[in-house]
């Protein structure tokens, strides 16, 4: 399947102009702090020795940061070609592009041509896309020891918020949304897979989620 989405109207909100505040702000500001709560908690659980595969992964903050907790390599997968573009020059410039692999593309559909990983990340991600299950599922099939994400509260008043945020989208015909998957949805999909969660923090709209393979 090919998230519509997440190649057209998803080109359209996370195209050059996005890039460019997104560099901006990681220069003024750092990390957002669900991103730095979500990557706090990984470490917690040990990353060291481990490969990283990084969903959705934008200009590449989530991977350089577990690069330098100790990850051995890391690859993302983004959907964006503005924020595919930023990644590998950021890498570069990091001095790191031999160990980030940036794919473009859809996650879901191309899951069966990206390796499995230590550490399975999705920071925002989850509510951008229309097949939760598909995305879930098929992510945390590729974790090997952590999976961790950060994605919108199940509250009314998040839903509300989402609500009035999709009207902009539907009036100038753009396909992208942004849903508010069922939490006991997404936890279900990840339990199935043999995980226990490990960690879980609300952060006003946001809730940042870290799970761990049980032991069998």
């Known amino acids: 399947m090919t998230c519509r989405q997440c190649q057209s109207g998803g080109a359209n909100i996370f195209g050059e102009r996005a890039v460019q505040w997104q560099l901006r702000r990681s220069r003024k500001r750092g990390l957002d702090n669900t991103t730095r709560t979500l990557l706090e908690a990984l470490v917690a659980e040990g990353v060291e020795g481990l490969t990283l595969l990084d969903i959705g992964g934008g200009i590449g903050e989530i991977a350089l940061a577990l690069l330098q907790a100790g990850v051995t390599s890391a690859t993302e997968v983004e959907a964006s070609p503005a924020y595919v573009a930023a990644a590998k020059e950021k890498a570069a410039r990091e001095g790191v592009a031999d160990r980030i692999v940036v794919r473009e593309g859809d996650f879901v559909a191309q899951a069966a041509e990206v390796p499995a990983a230590g550490v399975v990340t999705l920071d925002q991600v989850i509510c951008c896309y229309p097949d939760m299950a598909a995305l879930v599922g098929r992510s945390v099939a590729k974790a090997i020891k952590l999976y961790g994400a950060v994605y919108p509260r199940d509250v009314w008043w998040v839903r ?34 043999g995980f226990a969660p490990r960690f879980q923090r609300a952060a006003r709209f946001w809730q940042v989620v870290v799970y761990a393979r049980a032991a069998l």
């Open 160 to 193: 509300a918020i989402a609500t009035v945020g999709n009207l902009l989208p539907r009036l100038l015909r753009n396909p992208f949304r942004l849903y508010i998957h069922r939490t006991s949805a997404v936890d279900r999909v990840i339990r199935d897979a």
